[in-house]
């Protein structure tokens, strides 16, 4: 999984009208994570049970966060910070755009 070579934490700028169609449908944010022994955050083979892990679309999108607790809802502050995200993530690039406009 590709890993941003430096730091993605910017501020924030207030989120997209638009901030769900941001989303290219790449499920890494489905697939439950780990910390290694080197406390290292990995990604495991293990997804969401709603996930489609070959079309990598939720089965339960609209109500995602009412059917599975545990869904993570990202944010542009979550995204921030997230450095497993691949640097593909359209939350990502979204937010790399705004750092450079600053």
């Known amino acids: 999984m590709p890993r941003c070579k430096t730091s993605r934490q910017v501020h924030v700028p207030a989120t997209p009208d638009n901030w769900e169609e941001l989303c290219h449908g790449c499920g890494e944010c489905c697939f439950e994570k780990v910390i290694s022994p080197g406390g290292r955050l ?3 083979k293990i997804s969401c049970r709603y ?11 609209p109500k995602r966060f009412d059917t599975e607790p545990t869904c993570l809802k990202l944010t542009p502050e979550l995204v921030s910070g997230a450095t497993w995200l ?3 993530c359209g939350y990502v690039k979204w937010l790399e755009e705004q750092a450079n406009h600053l």
Do not use: G, K
């Not at 996930?51 to 999108?61: A, F, G, H, I, P």
């Open 51 to 61: 996930l489609d892990v070959v079309s990598r679309q939720c089965n339960v999108y």
């Open 42 to 44: 990995v990604t495991t």
């Open 86 to 88: 691949p640097e593909s």
